[in-house]
């Protein structure tokens, strides 16, 4: 089985994060409001005396005084408002636009897990701490603990796009390469075994119903759906597996061959104990790890032996590390000036306010 060779580039996924804050940009200007302050209470003092104290005609008293007309109270607060405009103008508001820019490399992953039923195998031990601070050893099946695992690796790769190959005597492809990881975490939730019922005999397919181990036919699976993605900077195969294997149209050796031509890395993690300990294991080969090594090294990955729970979470920590997404942050800063909004209401205001006040009524002689 031949596999197209890929065209090699890289792909960026690029995030920006806004905070936007409104500023002055010459704030010490604000200081001088405080002079409109005595500029508006000035306005409200009596103008000069009349000419004539006394006037001998009563009559005539009434055009000796100051008119105070509406134009002219209008006209002097315009004046003052117009002049507070200008000084806010003079400060320069605005809004200062911060970006958190951050340009990502990803890396394509394509997560293979074998559901054969030696997967059953109960001889995993995690250690778990309860409420009260107090540590025990746990003892789960093969599938419990690598479901467990790769959700947390998962998790730690926001940035990467994830699928999902299964295989037993054939392989499935469950999930695409995907940034969406929760159904990829979903869909792993619902990996199961086929189990038997001891009362009547019947037995329930598992999620793959072919049982064995097609390693290389997973293999072969998941690089055609990497090799889909021709922009991808970084492409990677993890592949989990208890046995030796014994299915499909493609040898696990020549499928890594022809992966490695495509510039995809594969590492490869064997779980549980080399031992024969249920029904499952007993007819069947144990871990063939010289061919595990071989399709990691041929391609540029490594080899993992994960006897428990801790080792297999520390492999999985490892290939983490290894596989470092290229991520770069720069921070971009953009003002937009606001001045010009105040600067056009002083200008109306002391307009107003100036023709106001030339309209306003003198005293009569």
């Not at 990829?184 to 939730?189: A, E, L, N, P, R």
């Amino acid at each position: 089985m031949m596999l197209p060779c890929p065209m090699l580039a890289a792909v960026e996924a690029e995030q920006a994060q806004a905070v936007q804050e409104f500023m002055f940009g010459a704030p010490w200007v604000l200081w001088l409001l405080l002079l409109v302050i005595p500029l508006a209470l000035l306005r409200r003092r009596p103008g000069t005396m009349s000419g004539v104290v006394y006037p001998c005609v009563p009559f005539i008293a009434k055009y000796l005084r100051k008119p105070s007309t509406l134009a002219g109270r209008i006209g002097a607060v315009c004046l003052v408002l117009g002049t507070a405009s200008l000084l806010l103008a003079l400060a320069r508001p605005q809004w200062r636009n911060e970006y958190q820019e951050q340009k990502v490399s990803g890396i394509d992953i394509m997560m293979v897990c074998d559901l054969s039923g030696s997967m059953a195998s109960q001889d995993m031990v995690f250690q778990v701490t309860d409420n009260l601070g107090r540590t025990a050893n746990r003892r789960v099946d093969r599938l419990t603990a690598a479901k467990a695992v790769m959700k947390n690796f998962i998790g730690g790769r926001p940035n990467d796009r994830i699928g999902l190959v299964a295989f037993a005597g054939k392989a499935k492809l469950c999930c695409p390469l995907t940034l969406d990881h929760g159904i990829v975490g979903y869909i792993i939730d619902q990996f199961y075994l086929a189990t038997q019922d001891l009362f009547n005999g019947q037995v329930r397919p598992g999620y793959i119903q072919e049982d064995g181990t097609a390693i290389g036919t997973a293999i072969a699976t998941a690089a055609t759906r990497l090799n889909e993605r021709t922009e991808t900077k970084s492409k990677v195969i993890i592949l989990v597996t208890d046995g030796a294997s014994n299915m499909g149209s493609i040898t696990p050796i020549e499928a890594a061959k022809q992966a490695a031509k495509l510039g995809i890395k594969i590492f490869t993690i064997a779980i549980g104990r080399d031992e024969r300990i249920s029904r499952y294991t007993a007819d069947v080969d144990t871990f063939d790890e010289k061919t595990l090594k071989e399709i990691a090294h041929s391609t540029g990955g490594r080899y993992y032996r994960a006897s428990s729970g801790a080792k297999l979470q520390k492999a999985f920590q490892i290939i983490d590390k290894l596989e470092k997404t290229d991520a770069k942050r720069r921070t971009i800063v953009s003002y937009d000036e606001l001045f010009m909004y105040p600067l056009g209401l002083a200008a109306l205001l002391l307009l107003l306010g100036t023709g106001l006040c030339f309209a306003r009524p003198h005293p009569a002689p």
